[in-house]
């Protein structure tokens, strides 16, 4: 067993600025901005490297870390030199018009495709009229014509030459051709002089004349004829005119296009509409006035079925990076938006927008991963997206089942997209736990540090960053003894004097507020004494909580002793953490003993007050009781322990040493120093573990006793396992170098005693008894004592009721 009595020098890790060379950062050149994260960068550059499927990476750290900024540079760096994907675009699917196709262009091709089908098209609106009213295509269908009506003559004609030779007149009029008799002057007869003729003659003629209205009616069916295979004619002959104006002018792309085989069908798709609406380019654009439903029942003068929708267009060379901020379905997968017109909604492919999917195809997609996680079908449609390696564009509403009218659905897209998700380390672990399809589509874990090690080359870099912080961010330099103030702090954030906190976003914020204040004074650079103020100002505007605390222990409310002795109480310490604000407080542990069943009650846990670690270091302590002083007799004790004034809940079991002492204090009747706090878990062999805020409760034990005034007696006792922790501040160390304030550590619960009780802990001898007069031989005595009376009381129990 060892005590430890502590000097300011192994209280605090001082950093010597005459170590650095410079004397302010803005001298430091080869900033960095990657320290201390070797092992994740090296998993981001093997998952960006590897190009098998399901080798997307899960970034883990906690917020603040730099894990966005560290991996987006990081990845932007490798993305410059990569080779830059290939453009897409959605075009008008003429055999599926609901079913837009996908083509894909070599980089920046995407764009000039667009313009050179608008340009075409726009030419094709003033050529093909201007063909069609050309002399040759005129004199063409003129011929037409005139070869329909010398037709239509020749049949008119052969029926009028029969009926003159049979005697019947033939008399054409506005209604149509009339055929009646013929009299001796080849006049047509009149109907008295016809209803004189004999009724045989007569006869004759109406015969011949219903002949010939017979013939004349099969002329007029000939003609309907001549007219429907005369239109076609014409048909045709627009059709061949404007093919032979749309190949003319579309064979240039034909020879452009000529290696992507998707391009040149979709150009015959082209070719194919024109020519088959060649009337498009002849009427006019606009919808007539006063009827404002043309335009939604004739989409097609608009042209937009040949319009090009550019998804993606990469006129930047390298592999494109995509930060989504806003991880929803739609903004991940693309979207159809829709038109409203007179109450109507419509689509079309070129209302099609991208998604961030689309936009890092080929390169890296970033997402936050619990932003992703809260939004709806987000996460599911992104793993299916990656495991299918296509993107399809498809309505929410199709994945509720809530849509079941016809709309468009886009060719899929083929994926080749490393995804980064960035999140906690709960989040990863959760998703690894509960996912089975996670670890399949997330292979590769880029865990970030929290800290790095504190060695004179670290040092170096940390000043280092510390520089291209304050470059990048436009800040006043830091002065060199400024720059070991930050981090000394950085020391002291991390919990550990030989570490340094990567907690970067954190100084950031320091070095803004250190920025402030100097620029208040007209600095020109940042110094020590800015930092300091910079840091004590940002702990009081959180403190209010503390303060009122404290307060209440000051006025004898909150009732904390640090004088004197006390049988049966301890000085804890605990922490408590409300926002950003983390502070510790000394709180009274008491605790009574009798015989009893061996029974150790936590009042925390009887009123459920007490968490499940709390609850263990109790069980803990008992077990170290029953093994250290009852190895040989019933453990014949009931005790009770409790956190005085708590009103909240208890949790941790870095209190159980101070149960354990407030506990055998009460069993020897051997009062305990107030004033010394303790803190520390306590092990089944009496060890002294380390425990976590170590700072924070020395000093809020310690701001207690300078308000009350340091008698030189006062101090704590830490775990020896702690003292590479300590990092106190300023007034804590001059404290101790005035000999007015002390710390200890301690590896074992028997020095804790020593030093509480004044008393040697005492060891067991040969005859398997503690020494005589010592603080465990009193803890025995009693137990033994317990026992005994125990015993007694149960044969006298027993002989009454005999």
């Given at each position: ?603 925390e846990r009887e009123v459920k007050l007490g968490g499940a670690l709390h609850s263990k270091g109790v069980l803990i302590l008992e077990a170290y009781l029953s093994a250290t002083y009852a190895h040989t007799i019933p453990l014949s004790l009931r005790a009770s322990l409790v956190f005085e004034q708590s009103y909240g809940g208890v949790d941790g079991d870095s209190a159980s040493c101070a149960e354990l002492c407030a506990l055998l204090s009460s069993l020897a009747k051997v009062p305990l120093k107030q004033n010394l706090a303790i803190t520390g878990s306590i092990s089944q062999h009496g060890e002294v573990q380390a425990i976590g805020g170590v700072n924070e409760k020395i000093e809020g034990f310690f701001d207690i006793c300078r308000h009350r005034g340091l008698d030189g007696e006062q101090g704590v006792i830490v775990p020896a396992a702690n003292i590479r922790h300590l990092m106190l501040k300023k007034s804590v160390l001059e404290a101790i170098d005035a000999k007015r304030f002390h710390l200890y550590g301690v590896d074992a619960v028997d020095d804790a005693l020593e030093l509480l009780t004044g008393l040697q802990a005492g060891r067991r001898g040969e005859e398997d008894v503690f020494e005589k007069d010592s603080f465990n031989r009193l803890v025995e005595e009693q137990l033994y004592c317990f026992a005994r009376d125990l015993q007694k009381f149960k044969q006298e129990d027993e002989e009454s009721?005999?």
């Amino acid at each position: 067993m060892a005590i430890c009595f502590l000097s300011s020098q192994e209280a605090y890790h001082y950093c010597n600025p005459e170590k650095f060379s410079f004397e302010t950062t803005a001298e430091v050149d080869g900033v960095t901005r990657f320290i201390g994260q070797e092992r994740a960068l090296e998993a981001v550059d093997f998952g960006i490297g590897i190009r098998h499927q399901g080798f997307n990476l899960f970034v883990l750290g906690p917020e603040g870390f730099g894990r966005h900024s560290v991996v987006q540079s990081f990845i932007n760096e490798k993305a410059v030199s990569e080779e830059t994907p290939t453009d897409w675009c959605y075009v008008q699917n003429f055999k599926h018009g609901h079913r837009p196709l996908a083509l894909e262009f070599e980089p920046g091709l995407g764009a000039i495709f667009q313009k050179e089908m608008h340009e075409l098209i726009d030419m094709l609106k003033t050529t093909i009229p201007t063909v069609i009213e050309g002399e040759d295509y005129q004199s063409r269908k003129l011929a037409i014509t005139e070869t329909l009506q010398q037709k239509i003559d020749s049949l008119y004609h052969v029926v009028e030459e029969r009926a003159k030779e049979d005697g019947i007149a033939v008399i054409k009029t506005e209604q149509g051709i009339l055929f009646t008799a013929r009299d001796d002057e080849q006049k047509p007869m009149s109907s008295q002089a016809f209803m004189d003729l004999p009724k045989e003659e007569r006869k004759r003629f109406e015969t011949l004349i219903e002949k010939y209205q017979l013939e004349l009616q099969q002329a007029i069916n000939q003609v309907s004829i001549l007219k429907r295979e005369a239109e076609e004619e014409g048909r045709i002959l627009k059709k061949e005119t404007g093919r032979l104006t749309v190949s003319h002018l579309i064979n240039a792309l034909y020879v452009k296009y000529k290696e992507n085989e998707p391009v040149i069908s979709y150009l015959k798709g082209v070719e194919e509409e024109i020519t088959e609406n060649v009337d498009d380019f002849l009427r006019a654009q606009e919808p007539e006035k006063g009827n404002p439903f043309i335009g939604i029942l004739s989409p097609a003068a608009t042209f937009h079925q040949y319009k090009v929708n550019v998804l993606v267009s990469h006129e930047e060379r390298g592999a494109p990076v995509i930060y989504e901020d806003l991880p929803t379905y739609q903004n991940l997968h693309g979207r159809i938006e829709h038109h409203a017109k007179m109450g109507v909604l419509s689509t079309h492919f070129t209302l099609i927008q991208k998604g961030s999917l689309h936009q890092a195809n080929g390169g890296y997609l970033i997402i936050d991963a619990g932003r992703l996680l809260r939004q709806p079908f987000a996460y599911e449609g992104l793993k299916r997206t990656l495991r299918s390696q296509k993107i399809r564009i498809e309505p929410v509403e199709r994945l509720l089942g809530l849509m079941s009218t016809v709309t468009l659905e886009p060719e899929p897209i083929p994926l080749q997209t490393k995804v980064v998700l960035i999140g906690d380390p709960m989040l990863y672990y959760l998703l690894n736990a509960y996912d089975p399809e996670f670890q399949s589509l997330f292979k590769v874990q880029a865990d970030f540090e929290h800290t790095m090690v504190w060695n004179e080359e670290n040092q170096q870099l940390y000043a280092s960053l510390l520089a291209n912080l304050t470059s990048s961010k436009g800040l006043l330099p830091l002065h060199r003894q400024a720059v070991a103030k930050v981090i000394e702090q950085a020391a002291r954030e991390a919990g550990d004097r030989e570490k340094l906190s990567l907690h970067l976003s954190g100084f950031v914020d320091l070095l803004q507020e250190a920025d402030y204040l100097a620029r208040k004074e007209n600095n020109d650079c940042i110094g020590v004494e800015v930092i300091e103020t910079a840091i004590s100002t940002a702990n009081r505007r959180g403190d209010r909580v503390k303060d009122r605390i404290q307060e209440g222990i000051h006025e004898g409310i909150r009732r904390i002793e640090t004088s004197g002795s006390k049988v049966g109480q301890i000085n804890g310490l605990s922490v408590m953490q409300l926002g950003n604000s983390y502070f510790g407080m000394p709180t009274r542990i008491t605790a009574q003993t009798r015989p009893g069943d061996g029974k150790l009650i936590d009042i925390e846990r009887e009123v459920k007050l007490g968490g499940a670690l709390h609850s263990k270091g109790v069980l803990i302590l008992e077990a170290y009781l029953s093994a250290t002083y009852a190895h040989t007799i019933p453990l014949s004790l009931r005790a009770s322990l409790v956190f005085e004034q708590s009103y909240g809940g208890v949790d941790g079991d870095s209190a159980s040493c101070a149960e354990l002492c407030a506990l055998l204090s009460s069993l020897a009747k051997v009062p305990l120093k107030q004033n010394l706090a303790i803190t520390g878990s306590i092990s089944q062999h009496g060890e002294v573990q380390a425990i976590g805020g170590v700072n924070e409760k020395i000093e809020g034990f310690f701001d207690i006793c300078r308000h009350r005034g340091l008698d030189g007696e006062q101090g704590v006792i830490v775990p020896a396992a702690n003292i590479r922790h300590l990092m106190l501040k300023k007034s804590v160390l001059e404290a101790i170098d005035a000999k007015r304030f002390h710390l200890y550590g301690v590896d074992a619960v028997d020095d804790a005693l020593e030093l509480l009780t004044g008393l040697q802990a005492g060891r067991r001898g040969e005859e398997d008894v503690f020494e005589k007069d010592s603080f465990n031989r009193l803890v025995e005595e009693q137990l033994y004592c317990f026992a005994r009376d125990l015993q007694k009381f149960k044969q006298e129990d027993e002989e009454s009721k005999e």
